[in-house]
């Protein structure tokens, strides 16, 4: 399988060329395109739930298309939400630390 030519990215890359623009102001989040999806746009928020719901929110992505997921240690909590922009794919991925009482609560209904 051959790799195909950075033209490929062109989508993702220039929605982000626009989001620097338009979005300049909001939280910095950690960048993804990949050759392997290279339609795909990923911005991810380590420890930033409120950037995550930042760019939910100036994106027009519904509240209610957000799903969310605790990670299998019990620790991790996973926002994600999907939607088309300017031709790309793009995917909003955010992960927090589940308060201590929650991930207790879960890692015992896992262990069980």
Not at 42 to 59: I, K, M, P, Q
């Amino acid at each position: 399988m051959s790799t195909p030519p950075l033209s490929a990215m062109g989508a993702p890359l220039l929605v982000l060329r626009m989001f620097s623009a338009e979005y300049a102001h909001l939280p910095a989040p950690c960048l993804d395109v990949s050759t392997v999806y290279p339609d795909l746009l990923t911005l991810s928020f380590h420890n930033d739930l409120a950037g995550f719901e930042a760019w939910r929110d100036a994106l027009g992505i519904a509240a209610e298309s957000v799903g969310h997921h605790v990670q299998c240690d019990g620790r991790t909590q996973v926002l994600e939400a999907e939607a088309d922009y300017a031709g790309a794919r793009l995917r909003l991925v955010g992960y927090a630390k589940v308060p201590a009482s929650e991930a207790v609560r879960s890692w015992a209904e896992v262990g069980s």
